[in-house]
C-alpha cells in the first residue's frame, strides 16, 4: 500500500515561485504511475495538473500549466519516492487545494488524466496566489 504526504504550499504573490513535495511511501511506489491534482474550489472536482510515470518515462500537463510547471520524480529511493511540483509564474487561478495521487496499478502503460484513475490520494496542501 502507497501512502502519499504533501507538503510545500502557502501564500505567493503573483508572478512567484513555489514547489511542493510529496513523499511516497510503500513497497511497490516505484512501480506507480503518479499526478498532481488540484481542486479550485470545495463544490469543483479535482483537476488534472501533471502526471509522471513510473521510471520517470512519461510526463503530461494540463494546457493551463504547461511551460510554468514542472513535475519531477526522484526515485533514488525504491521504497520512498519523492514527487515534486515546480510552479513558476504563479497566477491567481492556480490558487487551489493541491493533491499527490498514485495509480495502485503497478506498471500501468497509460499515464491517466482523470482523478476517479486514481486509488491513493494525499491530504493535500493549501496554495493560495495573491493578485
Known amino acids: 500500500q502507497v501512502t502519499l504526504v504533501e507538503s510545500g504550499g502557502g501564500l505567493v504573490q503573483t508572478g512567484d515561485s513555489l514547489r511542493l513535495s510529496c513523499e511516497a511511501s510503500?513497497?511497490?511506489?516505484?512501480?506507480?504511475?503518479m499526478a498532481w491534482f488540484r481542486r479550485q474550489a470545495p463544490e469543483k472536482d479535482r483537476q488534472f495538473v501533471a502526471?509522471?510515470?513510473?521510471?520517470?518515462?512519461?510526463?503530461?500537463?494540463?494546457d493551463s500549466v504547461k511551460g510554468r510547471f514542472t513535475i519531477s520524480r526522484d526515485m533514488t529511493d525504491n521504497t520512498k519516492n519523492l514527487l515534486h511540483l515546480q510552479m513558476n509564474y504563479l497566477a491567481p487561478e492556480d490558487t487551489a487545494v493541491y493533491f499527490c495521487?498514485?495509480?495502485?496499478?503497478?506498471?500501468?502503460?497509460?499515464?491517466?488524466?482523470?482523478?476517479?484513475?486514481?486509488?491513493?490520494w494525499g491530504q493535500g496542501t493549501q496554495v493560495t496566489v495573491s493578485s
Open positions: 502526471g509522471v510515470s513510473y521510471g520517470n518515462r512519461t510526463t503530461r500537463y494540463s
Open positions: 495521487a498514485a495509480d495502485d496499478t503497478s506498471w500501468r502503460a497509460a499515464l491517466f488524466t482523470t482523478a476517479n484513475e486514481y486509488d491513493v
Open positions: 510503500g513497497p511497490t511506489v516505484s512501480r506507480k504511475n
